[in-house]
C-alpha cells in the first residue's frame, strides 16, 4: 500500500551535492503550504550501478561514516544500493527533525529510476522540490517537461526568496499560472516583479496590466515591468541581477517543439543560466 500523502511537498533526495539546499527548499515551501514533505529517494533495480557519494551531505551524526563506507566501491548491489537509501533518508528526516519547526516528514523509498519516482508522486503532490545537478542530468529537462506538478529547481545552498520574478508571456500556460500564483500561499509574503518580454502594443500593455492587476487584487505586493527584448533568457536574467531577486518563476516549455527546434527552448536556457531558486509550472 502505498504512504504517498496527498497535497504533500516531494523533496528528491538523488543529488548528492544539493540535498540540504533540497531539504531547506522543501521545509521553506511547507511552511508555506501548511504541507507535509515527503522525502523521496529513488533506487533505479539494476544490479549494478556505479556508486555515488552522499557522504558529508548533511553533517549531523556519525551516519555519514556509514554513507562513506558505500562510496569506496565502484559499484554497488542492489541490496546495498537499497540500505545506502534508508541510510541518507534516516538521515535526513533527522535533519528535518531537528529543525523548529515542527514539520511533518515521511520518507518514499522507491526501487525505480527518478523518472518513475516522479511519476508515481507527480498527480498527488503539491510541489516537487529537486536539486539543479540530479544524478541523471541529461533528464532535468525531460522530468519537468512530463510533470503535471509544479517544480521547485534550487542550487546550493537555497536562499529563502523575498521577492520573486513572474514572467508573464499571456499564453494559456501562463495564465493557468497567474490563477495558481494568486492563490497559493506559497508566494504570498513575497514582492513579485511581473515581467513580460515583448514589443510595446497596446495588446501587450493590456495583458501586463491586466496581469499586474490580478496580483494585486489577490493581495500580493507587485511590480510591473515591459521589456522590448528579443532575447528572453537574457532579458529575465539580467533583469532578475539588476533587482536582486531571488526566485524566478515561469510556465515550463511553453513553446512549440517547431520554435525549440529553430531558436532554442528558453526554458532549457534559464535552467542552464539562472542561480537562483526556479519555479517552472507545467505546461497548459
Not at 531547506?24 to 533505479?44: D, K, T
Amino acid at each position: 500500500m502505498s504512504n504517498l500523502k496527498p497535497d504533500s511537498v516531494i523533496a528528491c533526495l538523488d543529488c548528492p551535492d544539493h540535498v540540504q539546499a533540497v531539504l531547506e527548499a522543501s521545509m521553506w515551501a511547507s511552511i508555506r503550504l501548511r504541507a507535509p514533505v515527503g522525502l523521496l529517494h529513488s533506487v533505479p533495480s539494476l544490479q549494478q550501478k556505479a556508486a555515488v557519494n552522499y557522504s558529508g551531505c548533511l553533517n549531523i551524526d556519525d551516519k555519514n561514516a556509514l554513507l562513506e563506507q558505500f562510496t569506496t566501491k565502484e559499484h554497488l548491489s542492489n541490496c546495498e544500493l537499497k540500505s545506502q537509501g534508508r541510510l541518507l533518508l534516516s538521515q535526513a528526516t533527522t535533519y528535518c527533525e531537528q529543525k523548529p519547526h515542527k514539520l511533518k516528514t515521511y520518507t518514499l523509498h522507491r526501487h525505480e529510476n527518478l523518472n518513475q519516482s516522479i511519476d508515481y508522486v507527480d498527480d498527488k503532490a503539491q510541489l516537487i522540490v529537486i536539486g539543479h545537478h540530479v544524478t541523471c542530468k541529461s533528464t532535468l529537462g525531460q522530468l519537468i517537461r512530463v510533470s503535471h506538478c509544479p517544480i521547485l529547481v534550487t542550487h546550493a545552498p537555497f536562499l529563502p526568496p523575498t521577492t520573486a520574478l513572474f514572467a508573464f508571456d499571456n499564453s494559456p500556460t501562463c495564465h493557468k499560472l497567474l490563477n495558481w500564483l494568486c492563490k497559493t500561499p506559497l508566494i504570498r509574503t513575497l514582492t513579485v516583479h511581473i515581467v513580460m518580454i515583448g514589443k510595446e502594443t497596446s495588446d501587450n500593455c493590456d495583458a501586463l496590466r491586466e496581469a499586474y492587476a490580478r496580483l494585486k487584487q489577490a493581495g500580493i505586493k507587485s511590480k510591473k515591468t515591459l521589456l522590448d527584448c528579443r532575447d528572453v533568457a537574457s532579458a529575465l536574467n539580467y533583469y532578475q541581477d539588476q533587482n536582486d531577486i531571488g526566485l524566478l518563476i515561469t510556465g515550463a516549455f511553453g513553446q512549440s517543439r517547431l520554435r525549440e527546434l529553430l531558436q532554442g527552448s528558453d526554458t532549457k536556457k534559464l535552467l542552464g543560466s539562472t542561480k537562483t531558486p526556479y519555479l517552472l509550472f507545467p505546461k497548459a
